[in-house]
């Protein structure tokens, strides 16, 4: 990538516990940045006010986006009241979640530093369903692809990754498969037999635009077949020949958010479920 293309800044990433919640959630959000470069300053187990106060040191000395997870009101009243005067943003990622279910049940919160990390089965599931979607990107690690629950074809810039890594959220193992002119797609994809397959589309035109503007954020040649509409046409429709001869469902993400189109999938998913159960 051209550096001169890539925006950079400082991300403080600040916990009362272990900091995995929200390192998970601007993993996330990054991933829909292709030139945005972050670094990334992490500080976990924040309980004191001593220590929020050497928190806001180190922001003082790299300002830049802070993302905290922090129950206790008086850290958070020393942290955001010291980012105020900074003159950093600075965004409790779990706050509108936990205040929206707390109306909606009538509940009270009790507010418990990293509570949210009960360690029972759901937790640990989305820790693995992330860890297996970041070694099985882009057709990586096929050789144990029947262990996914998920897995995604598409060719390029369909929204397999960030698709994959959103489905990781609600603790379903995706993987994602290229679909590249001239090149094999993994044995492994066609005998397996425990995950949901999905063929992902897009409209040629749009899916040339997009291709045209990562280009060119690249510094890459606009010339080539990759942004050839008849080219990128036949790629469309030989994918779609394949999901078609192989009776695997398709999405067609072409006006589709990522959210939609794993709301779509989580549902093709559970069907499955339900029809092997």
């Known amino acids: ?14 916990s009362d ?3 995995e919640t929200v390192g998970m959630v601007s993993r996330a959000c990054l991933v829909q940045f292709d030139t945005i470069e972050a670094h990334e300053h992490l500080w976990t187990m ?4 001593d220590q929020a106060l ?8 790299n300002p830049g986006f802070v993302l905290f997870t922090i129950v206790n009101e008086e850290i958070r009243k020393i942290l955001e009241d010291g980012c105020r005067k900074l003159q950093v943003p600075c965004i ?11 109306a909606h049940l009538d509940a009270e919160v009790h507010a418990t ?48 990754t960030p698709t994959c890594i959103y489905l990781a959220n609600r603790g379903i193992k995706a993987a994602n498969i290229p679909i590249v ?11 397996a037999d425990h995950p949901l397959i999905v063929g992902l589309n897009k409209d040629p035109k749009r899916l040339v635009e997009i291709r045209r503007q990562r280009l060119k954020l ?7 077949e990759y942004v050839d509409l008849e080219k990128v046409t036949k790629e469309i429709n030989d994918a779609r020949r394949l999901y078609t001869k192989h009776n695997w469902p398709m999405i067609n993400v072409s006006r589709k958010s990522i959210e939609e189109t794993a709301a779509t999938i989580i549902q093709l998913h559970s069907r499955r479920l339900e029809g092997i159960s």
């Not at 990538?1 to 600040?14: A, C, E, G, R, T």
């Not at 599931?125 to 029947?146: C, P, T, W």
């Open 46 to 49: 924040v309980r004191s006010e």
């Open 181 to 191: 002119p001239g090149v094999d797609l993994p044995e492994e994809l066609f005998s």
């Open 54 to 61: 050497e928190v806001l040191d180190k922001i003082k000395d």
């Open 113 to 160: 530093p990293g509570r949210q990390h009960v360690m029972d089965a759901e937790y640990f599931s989305r820790i693995e369903a992330m860890h297996f979607v970041l070694s099985h990107d882009d057709g990586q690690s096929a050789r144990d692809i029947n262990d996914a629950d998920v897995i995604l074809l598409g060719v390029s810039r369909t929204s397999k």
């Open 1 to 14: 990538m051209n550096k001169k293309n890539v925006k950079s800044f400082h991300l403080h990433l600040v």
């Open 17 to 19: 516990s272990t900091g």
């Open 92 to 102: 409790a990622v779990l706050d509108q979640v936990i205040g929206k279910l707390g």
């Open 218 to 224: 690249l510094d890459q040649d606009e010339s080539s």
